[in-house]
């Protein structure tokens, strides 16, 4: 089985290239230079990062938190130990 390398574009067997976490495959003489991911994929997986679910859940956890720091800076307005006499403060 023959794999084109995603950097060089040259035609090498599978056993002779690495798989890298971006889905690329990287042959022995590229990795040898020091060639790890290449460019254009990097992008293409920063993109799939942002899918829609992943950003809902994000605008989700952050609506959240902010509507906590809202709740813990607005609970010393309320007064809402007022009626606890002074002495027991
Ligand atoms: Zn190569």
Redesign the pocket.
Known sequence: MSIN?S??N?LVEREDCHKNRYGEY??K??QGAGVRFTRAHRLLYLQAWWEPRRLFWLTVTVVAVLVLLWFYFLLPELRLYDFIPAIFR
């Open positions: 390398c950097s060089c040259a990287i042959c003489k590229c």
